[in-house]
């Protein structure tokens, strides 16, 4: 069992990622979205980067991620509301039930050349 006070370290973060290579802007937006909700699971910090890739595009959400395509503006934003809407419905008892507390950190994250106004 993990000591609470090792929980969103970077050495903890290492250990919830293993040796699979996630892109940096994933894995990024995964760990601000752990430590601001306070999501403390050993898997759920893979768990959010797969989901945002599976949304995104970004891979298969099961561990396999590629880059973002160059036309990664096309259709971003239905894509980004589709995972913010399944990382608030797993994620409610940590975030609530409104997207708002979760789109701004996201889009922080993860909009490429301003997809998202």
């Known amino acids: 069992m993990q000591s609470d006070t090792l929980t969103h370290s970077p050495a903890w973060f290492d ?11 994933l894995r990024a937006t995964s760990e601000a979205l752990c430590r601001r909700f306070l999501i403390k699971g050993i898997c759920d910090p893979m768990y959010i980067a797969n989901v945002l890739a599976a ?12 880059a973002a395509d160059s036309d990664a503006r096309d259709g ?7 995972a913010v809407s ?19 950190l996201l889009r922080e994250h993860l909009n490429p050349a301003g997809a998202l106004r």
């Open 86 to 104: 399944r990382l608030v419905h797993a994620y409610g008892s940590c975030i609530g039930n409104e997207q708002d507390q979760v789109s701004p």
């Open 15 to 25: 250990q919830c990622f293993g040796d699979v290579d996630v892109p940096p802007d």
């Open 55 to 66: 949304e995104l595009g970004r891979g298969d959400g099961q561990g396999q991620f590629h």
């Open 76 to 82: 971003f934003s239905a894509r980004f509301y589709r």
